[in-house]
């Protein structure tokens, strides 16, 4: 499949799950529809590396391996700051929320934070596998 074509599939993706995630405590179906979008939000960035892996594109391995690691980072820092919110206002505590869906939008989104979180450490660690190769 053509890369940019899974390039704009990702944006989608992303687009779709952050504005997913701003449904309060979806149940039934719907949490399984969200958590099956949020899953589907990280095969575009797969078959980029698998791709980049057979045509050894380091360009697509680096760019996947920095916006993985970018999104774990930021993800780890909004959660603390969330939880260090309790001491301050709720005005606050929401607009670092609303951040956070927005940054970490496939883990809100699915309502399992644990799924997202090893899916993005999955592309990170195989991108750094295959920037290692020579």
């Not at 979008?37 to 760019?63: C, K």
Request: glycine fraction near 8%.
């Amino acid at each position: 499949m053509n890369k940019k074509i899974l390039y704009a599939l990702w944006g989608g993706l992303f687009i779709l799950c952050a504005g997913l995630g701003f449904i309060p405590e979806p149940s039934g179906a719907a949490g399984w529809a969200l958590t099956g979008i949020s899953v589907a939000f990280f095969v575009p960035p797969a078959m980029l590396l698998y791709q980049a892996g057979r045509e050894s594109d380091r360009r697509t391995q680096s760019l996947v391996c920095w916006l993985s690691a970018l999104s774990l980072g930021l993800t780890l820092v909004l959660l603390v700051l969330n939880f260090l919110s309790v001491l301050h206002s709720q005005t606050l505590g929401t607009v670092l929320h609303h951040i956070l869906t927005i940054v970490s939008a496939p883990m809100i989104a699915s309502g399992h934070w644990a799924l997202s979180l090893f899916l993005w450490a999955c592309l990170l660690m195989v991108s750094i596998r295959q920037l290692r190769r020579k």
